[in-house]
């Protein structure tokens, strides 16, 4: 009896996903994953994939997703999203009111933002309500991904970036515990 009941018990768990929503395990970043949640403003860049790791070091899987914006402040309040320009904000100027404005002079870096979520909980990113939403602007870079860096005694993870400048630089991005913050890695040695 009790070996018929554990069955039982499994068969139901097994079921209820089938009848609700989608697990968050199976949520995947596209296009419609994007606007749902940042707002129509956004769309995903699909040449540059999400990366996946742990950026705020809460032991829950965060990801940042390479996208292009209309304009990052119109959906801010209603998305519950944070606007920052951590690349202007090293140069001494990083208010995104303020930076937004600036046009990009070649085309294909116009309007490029990273999308960060912080995840909540065992899903993650994936979670129906994530811990932080933010949208990185003005950040010329060509590809993304996440690495282990040194931080003050500390080993963080980063997301790496490839500069899309005629330098052909690389930098990094991290979280402060407050907000993200730019440090240039150096340029190529080609």
Not at 31 to 39: D, T
């Amino acid at each position: 009896m009790r070996k018929v009941s554990l069955l039982l018990a499994f068969g139901v768990a097994m079921l209820v996903p089938a009848f609700g929503q989608a697990p968050a395990a199976a949520r995947k970043v596209d296009n419609e994953f994007v606007q749902q949640q940042f707002g129509d403003q956004f769309t995903l860049v699909p040449e540059i994939a999400a990366v996946f790791g742990d950026l705020d070091g809460d032991g829950a899987e965060d990801v940042a997703i390479a996208a292009r914006c209309k304009n990052p402040m119109v959906d801010q309040a209603e998305h519950k999203y944070t606007v920052m320009d951590p690349y202007y904000d090293f140069f001494g100027y990083g208010d995104p009111k303020l930076t937004t404005t600036f046009s990009e002079a070649n085309p294909a870096r116009r309007g490029l933002v990273v999308l960060i979520i912080h995840g909540a909980g065992p899903d993650g990113w994936r979670s129906a309500t994530p811990k932080a939403k933010y949208v990185i602007v003005n950040l010329p870079y060509r590809t993304i991904s996440i690495r282990k860096m040194g931080l003050r005694k500390k080993t963080i993870e980063a997301i790496y970036i490839e500069e899309a400048s005629e330098l052909g630089g690389s930098s990094a991005l991290f979280f402060d515990g407050k907000k993200f913050r730019y440090v240039p890695m150096g340029g190529d040695m080609e």
